[in-house]
């Protein structure tokens, strides 16, 4: 598939919306992660709302990649797998 659909698009900026707003910190070095994730999720809704889905794509990709390594890290709470890389 060579285009990113908006039912696409809005697919992961749902999972990193309800992924952010369940994170559970178990270590204060999370916090600069869980920034960057937050402004690159800001980033994608700014993308989405001018039409320019590629770079939105992009940056929800950003976004989930940091929770992914503070999941990881075992800086959050990983428990729910569907949310956070946990392999």
Do not use: C, Q, R, W
């Not at 952010?20 to 204060?28: A, C, F, Q, V």
């Not at 070095?29 to 939105?56: C, P, R, T, W």
């Amino acid at each position: 598939m060579k285009d990113i659909t908006e039912e696409k698009l809005d697919k992961y900026i749902e999972l990193t919306k309800k992924a952010l707003e369940e994170i559970k910190m178990n270590d204060e070095k999370a916090v600069k992660l869980i920034e960057m994730s937050k402004k690159y999720y800001e980033d994608a809704l700014h993308f989405k709302g001018k039409g320019d889905f590629i770079n939105a794509f992009a940056a929800i990709n950003y976004a989930h990649a940091f929770l992914d390594s503070a999941a990881l890290l075992g800086f959050i709470d990983n428990k729910d797998n569907t949310l956070f890389m946990v392999d």
